[in-house]
């Protein structure tokens, strides 16, 4: 595979920084995230790291085989690890963990197994570049809803209800995932969910 293409990270004070393999391993999964969306990868059929080539504006993901399954570019690419980090940043918050350059000690595995089981589940398929489901509303997307009542009931209805599908099949798809976790024995996240953190 050709040298990747990758950012140089700038100097933190108190935080690890991606090196250049955990940055091709955070695109890798994401190519697949985008290759499954645009259904050119089925559920339970990944890609060739080995085989798959980077460019300075794309990501070309590859079967075992070296057959090329998805063309992406790095921009969407490095839209759905933007995603995958906030998810990380929110379950650090919920879980009070400290980033720090010893991310996964300890102390901070004991606090991410007081999180809610589907909240884990999410953390192993982020780390591990799994399918994982995405809400695709906001908090300020209710908001909305809400100011929409003001003007006139139906508007703020019509709207809210798009909301509560959206939640219900968000809500769904979470379920089916910690199903998914609990078959793979319950599993730690991998060791690469903070580097999320460190891709400015």
Known sequence: MDQPYLPKPQARDDHRLVNREEGLNLLFAAAQDVARAEGKLADGIYGSLEQSHISATSFTLKSSTGQMIARMSLAKAREVIGIRRQIARDMTRKAGLKITPYANDQSNKRNFRNLPEEIRALGWAISNGRRF???????????????LLIPGIIPGVLYLGWIARKRRRYEK????????????????PAENLFAHFHLD
């Open 173 to 188: 798809s979470l379920k089916e995932l910690e199903t998914r976790w609990h078959t793979y024995g319950r599993q730690e």
């Open 133 to 147: 489901p995405v809400k695709g509303y906001q908090k300020r997307d209710i908001w909305i809803g809400l100011l």
